[in-house]
């Protein structure tokens, strides 16, 4: 990674945080234990991948439009997104679905506060994300249309047709409790399992990128530019997502996926093939931008996903 990257995501990270750290609720307005249990999966740390790409992309409308600095307008979007993606790892990680014990380097939500906690932890993480889009930045300046625009976009990619629906179909395609069902468990192949990831990474990915273009008011032909390059990046990020599960995350043990016997990529390719089709969705990505001519941080964000080591 360039100094130059590292540079942009260390103030992205920091803003983002000290947005974050500000738009949690706090004792007295609600009881101190939610607060707390919410706001330790929140500030675990964690990359910030998807409330970054909601900044850069509305830098790169920014640098094409020749606006002023939309950030301030963006970045309560940025953590309604943040929000979200906490949420889903909280739930994912209780005993009834994934049942893992280890998020972001520390015991998981529920190890720490216990089920019901962790749930409504996740409600609350969930319910606060909606809070904060609908209110208007202290900016101001976002006009309202392009805010309830932002708000469909991410709340159809959280909901059924995205998140929620690939999390159902990884459970239904041999995730935790498919096999305790009195029916056949259908395993996927390639197609499925592009389509599972599409809805329960992918539309948030690509979420988190539009809803940035939108908010910093970029035409159609850059949100569409956007939608298309993140569209690849969300699919590189799941192949090396998965790649990572055989090799051993920085932060996080080895072989998961494989013990559980869930449909990944380098079980159906193999890691040389995995590789070379993240490179690839990679690669498609720039090509997405470039061909619209968008300029900014978005391309190079693509080249630190396919190179992360967790
Ligand atoms: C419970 C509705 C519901 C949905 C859960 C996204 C998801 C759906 C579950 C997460 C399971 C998982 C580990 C999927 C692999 C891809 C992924 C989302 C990894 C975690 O995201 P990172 O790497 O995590 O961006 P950090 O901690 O850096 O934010």
């Known amino acids: 990674m360039t100094t130059d ?18 738009a949690l609720p706090a004792s007295p ?15 675990a740390g964690g990359k910030r991948f998807r ?15 020749g606006q002023p600095s939309s950030r301030a307008s963006i970045l309560p979007i940025a953590c309604a997104i943040e929000l979200i993606h906490t949420y889903s790892l909280v739930h994912d990680d209780l005993p ?15 190890v720490v506060y216990g089920d019901g906690l962790a749930i409504l932890s996740g409600d609350g993480l969930l319910t606060e ?18 805010r309830l625009r932002a708000i469909a976009v991410i709340a159809t990619a959280a909901g059924a047709a995205g998140m929620v629906g690939g999390q159902a179909i990884d459970i239904g395609a041999g995730g935790t409790h498919a096999a305790d069902r009195d029916r056949p468990t259908p395993t996927l192949d390639a197609d499925g399992l592009r389509a599972m990831h599409q ?5 948030l990915i690509t979420a988190a990128a539009v809803s940035g273009a939108i908010m910093a008011g970029g ?18 990020f799941q192949i090396v997502d998965d790649i990572l ?34 490179a690839e969705a990679a690669a498609h990505a720039r090509d997405a931008l470039g061909a619209a001519h968008v300029t900014g941080r978005l391309a190079d964000i693509g080249d630190w996903i396919v190179s992360r080591t967790h």
Do not use: N, W
Request: aromatic fraction near 4%; include cysteine; proline fraction near 7%.
């Open 219 to 236: 035409d159609e032909a850059i949100i569409d530019a956007i939608d298309r390059y993140a569209g690849h990046l969300g699919l590189a």
């Open 96 to 110: 009834a679905m994934d049942d893992d014990t280890l998020r972001r380097g520390r015991p998981t939500a529920h």
């Open 5 to 22: 990257l590292a540079e942009y995501l260390r103030v992205c990270r920091a803003d983002i945080d000290a947005a974050l750290d500000a």
């Open 129 to 146: 994300a909606f809070g904060l889009l609908a209110r208007p930045a202290p900016a101001g300046a976002v006009p309202a249309a392009r």
């Open 51 to 65: 409330p970054i790409l909601t900044l850069a992309a509305g830098d790169a409308v920014d640098e094409a439009t």
């Open 245 to 278: 599960d055989v090799e051993g995350a920085a932060d996080e043990p080895a072989g998961k996926d494989a013990a559980g016997g869930k449909p990944t990529y380098p079980a159906l390719f193999g890691l040389e093939a995995s590789r070379r089709q993240a």
């Open 199 to 203: 809805r329960k990474t992918g539309a």
């Open 29 to 43: 307005a609600c009881p101190p234990l939610i607060a707390e249990a919410m706001r330790y999966s929140l500030m």
